[in-house]
């Protein structure tokens, strides 16, 4: 029989852990004074119906764990909320984006998105960004322009920009996280207003897309205390 998942589907895999029939567990819910019963319980288990926080705290005493014990499950069951690998690069002080040796994993955002044939990068902010103002540490996921086709809009979206610039007699190529809009009255060549070292800049869309290693679309901000 298929079921809705509407909901996260919960508890199953501890109830059975525990060799506990749902007639068990509607038996222990009682001594809580919460009265449900075996269909609610599937729908709970099959995620049809959404489990109350209540019942949720009641079964973990039930079957002894945390709650972020209990929520872990759900990551196993549901695709919704699986994890992804992610190729993790450093944007570092010196403005180079470096390989991070330490892969990592995060929820993946594909889930949420109808093309999956996009390719994503994830790149960790490792300094205070004078032209977005976001924080160091700031997590950066992006769609890398070698594998994306990138299109300029006219309202502000994040990116990942490199830039050649010459120091005493030398060009080095350096790496910086800006916002940019393509600007609409503008005709040909197109112009983009982007930020550079804190300062509004303006150059042509050609050249600025020349310029562009990734559009971000997904920023993460660790707020420390």
Not at 40 to 51: A, F, V
């Amino acid at each position: 029989m298929q079921t809705d998942k509407r909901f996260i589907p919960l508890g199953k895999k501890l109830r059975d852990r525990l060799n506990l029939s749902r007639e068990d567990v509607i038996e222990e819910l009682l001594k809580y004074g919460t009265e449900i019963s075996t269909y609610t319980l599937r729908n709970y288990e099959t995620g049809t119906q959404d489990m109350p926080l209540t019942i949720m705290h009641h079964l973990c005493h039930i079957y002894d764990c945390t709650i972020n014990q209990f929520l872990a499950e759900r990551n196993q069951q549901d695709d919704r909320f699986k994890k992804a690998d992610y190729v993790t690069y450093d944007l570092t002080k010196n403005y180079k984006l470096t390989v991070n040796k330490h892969q990592e994993k995060a929820y993946d955002i594909k889930s949420n998105i109808k093309d999956d044939q996009e390719i994503y990068a994830h790149a960790i902010l490792g300094y205070d960004c004078p032209n977005t103002l976001l924080p160091e540490g700031s997590r950066l996921i992006y769609q890398a322009s070698d594998k994306y086709q990138i299109k300029l809009k006219q309202t502000y979206d994040y990116y990942i920009i490199s830039k050649t610039e010459v120091i005493n007699g030398k060009s080095y190529e350096k790496t910086y996280v800006t916002k940019a809009k393509e600007i609409e009255d503008s005709t040909r060549p197109k112009l983009v207003q982007f930020f550079f070292d804190g300062k509004v800049e303006h150059i042509s869309s050609t050249a600025f897309l020349k310029m562009v290693e990734g559009l971000v679309v997904k920023i993460i901000i660790d707020i420390k205390k």
